[in-house]
């Protein structure tokens, strides 16, 4: 497993735009696919987007669709997830998770401690 670390959460204004970024404490994140969920008090976890562990494929998840990106830098240690149009539902910590390769989207085995971000309306 690796140590996880996420960044960027906030209070920002509905419309607004964020920035999520994911790192791992002391090393890349190269070869490991990562995930971002959000979480919300009371209800289930819920995938945001995913990014496979070699950059070729993401998978928006019904909340990410149309309201977020998810992309890698290209050094491998990061990362982000770019978010807009925000509205107070957004509301939620946020969480990256990793899994070495890819085996399944119920696979992930890392997780971060999570960013909470929040949306003022």
């Known amino acids: 497993q690796i140590q996880l670390v996420e960044s960027g959460g906030g209070l920002v204004q509905a419309g607004g735009s964020l920035r999520l970024f994911c790192a791992a404490s002391g090393r890349s994140l190269g070869g490991y696919s990562i995930a971002w969920f959000r979480q919300v008090p009371g209800k289930e976890r819920e995938l945001v987007a995913s990014v496979l562990w070699n950059g070729d494929g993401t998978f928006d998840g019904d909340f990410g669709k149309g309201r977020s990106t998810i992309s890698r830098d290209g050094a491998g240690r990061s990362v982000y997830l770019q978010m807009h149009s925000l509205q107070p539902a957004a509301s939620a910590v946020y969480l990256c998770?990793?899994?070495?390769?890819?085996?399944?989207?119920?696979?992930?085995?890392?997780w971060g401690p999570g960013a909470q971000v929040t949306v003022s309306s």
């Open positions: 998770a990793a899994q070495f390769g890819y085996s399944g989207p119920n696979r992930y085995t890392s």
